[in-house]
């Protein structure tokens, strides 16, 4: 009784109590989260889930979809590619194989791109990379009438093409003297427009060159050839009102040595025409053959 009754015995036996009751419940508590912990484990075995916070499955899924997507945009590309290099052999092979020269000027004033028809009018192995000033450098404007009939003063070529090469306007008509570094000599007819995007930038010029060399030297045959008719058609009236007036002359005369004389100025008369035409017949035959 003595010890049950002393102050520290009591707190002893209060302390051992206290103990053994917060060992119970922490081994209550411990016991509540292994289960806890069990069940978790278990629900994460059923259903597992990705750092992310989303399921395994559903994660493998968006990149599949991605994977898929992916391979769809290199397999438009790569159609894209195709399509445009299709469409440049097309316009590359287009374009070489016309008459006319197409020249690309790029936004610079350079030459990007020429066909074979211009590097053979134009004289240059490769005009890439040169201005029209150097292009046109030896060719004289031919001079043109405006919409008025009054004739405009010629200017050098390349103020006539810096409206289309600013992409401010097109040019058209223009017509000029071109002399080749070999001294060849033609007449060139240019056209030149603006190349402008979708959105109306200026992507560069395209510039058309028209060999008109031919058809000015028909046109100059044909003027020749309207003169020397007109001077055959006077020198034939003249002859035949010459031979008219000897005729008349010989109708009415008995004398017959006048008539020996007109019957000879007759004759004269009708060789000259004789050569006059075999002369036209000639050079028409050699200009025929020449052409």
């Keep these: 009784m003595r010890l049950l009754l002393n102050p520290l015995a009591m707190r002893a036996g209060l302390l051992l109590f206290v103990g053994i009751a917060a060992f119970a419940l922490g081994l209550f508590l411990i016991r509540r989260m292994r289960k806890s912990l069990v069940a978790d484990q278990d629900s994460l075995n059923q259903a597992p889930w990705a750092a992310e916070g989303l399921p395994v499955h559903a994660y493998h899924a968006v990149i599949q979809q991605l994977k898929q997507q992916k391979h769809e945009l290199a397999a438009q590309q790569l159609s894209e590619r195709r399509k445009a290099k299709a469409s440049d052999t097309l316009s590359s092979t287009i374009l070489s194989n016309l008459s006319c020269g197409v020249l690309f000027f790029n936004t610079s004033g350079l030459v990007r791109q020429a066909n074979t028809a211009a590097r053979k009018l134009l004289g240059f192995a490769s005009p890439v990379g040169l201005q029209a000033s150097d292009l046109f450098r030896t060719a004289t404007l031919r001079p043109h009438s405006d919409e008025s ?7 050098s070529v390349e103020q006539a093409l810096a409206p289309a090469l600013s992409g401010r306007a097109a040019v058209r008509g223009l017509v000029l003297n071109y002399f080749t570094r070999e001294g060849e000599s033609r007449i060139l007819e240019l056209a030149a427009s603006p190349v402008l995007a979708d959105d109306a930038s200026l992507m560069g010029t395209a510039l058309v060159l028209t060999d008109k060399t031919d058809i000015e030297r028909i046109r100059h045959d044909q003027k020749m050839r309207q003169e020397i008719s007109s001077e055959l058609a006077l020198e034939l009236r003249n002859s035949l009102t010459t031979i008219a007036g000897y005729a008349q002359q010989l109708a009415c ?23 006059t035409i075999g002369s036209f017949l000639g050079g028409a035959r050699a200009a025929t053959t020449s052409s």
Excluded: M, W
Excluded at 149 to 155: R, S
Excluded at 253 to 275: C, T, V
């Design 253 to 275: 005369s008995r004398d017959a040595e006048l008539g020996r004389q007109l019957a000879d100025g007759i004759a004269r008369e009708a060789a000259q025409l004789d050569r």
């Design 149 to 155: 009939g009054a004739a405009a003063q010629p200017t």
